[in-house]
């Protein structure tokens, strides 16, 4: 089974750049779709971007598209996002969601049961 870890949250000023890394444990991640989910204060969890990991598809949430970049990792068995420009309301609890199965809805992963959670990584973006 597949375990994850999210590195790079922390405050971040409004414009700059943020950096995650999903790191993964147990097991590789062949054959697996890794996304990247964020919640905001008081909201539902909401896609933002994934990648299949033997293969380059990639698939980014429409509002977000132009400021991210999801790739595999600088370290082995890891998936990494770069978000450019952020704003305010960027600031959420980000998780990572490996899944061997891929499903879309509107051409955005929706999690399934056999998918897997990191704990989450909090992004706080502020002057």
């Known amino acids: 089974q597949v375990f994850l870890r999210e590195s790079g949250g922390g405050l971040v000023q409004p414009g700059g750049s943020l950096n995650l890394s999903c790191g993964a444990f147990?097991?590789?991640?062949?054959?697996?779709?890794v996304s990247w989910f964020r919640q905001a204060p008081g909201k539902k969890r909401e896609f933002v971007a994934g990648?299949?990991?033997?293969?380059?598809?990639?698939f980014y949430a429409p509002a977000l598209k132009g400021r991210l970049a999801i790739t595999r990792g600088s370290v082995e068995n890891a998936v990494d996002l770069q978000m450019n420009d952020v704003k305010v309301e960027d600031t959420g609890v980000y998780f990572c969601?490996?899944?061997?199965?891929?499903?879309?809805?509107?051409?955005?992963?929706?999690?399934?049961?056999?998918?897997?959670w990191g704990p989450g990584t909090q992004v706080t973006v502020s002057s």
């Open positions: 969601y490996a899944d061997p199965n891929l499903r879309l809805v509107n051409n955005e992963v929706d999690p399934t049961t056999t998918g897997v």
């Open positions: 147990g097991s590789d991640l062949n054959g697996h779709t």
């Open positions: 990648l299949v990991w033997s293969g380059s598809m990639r």
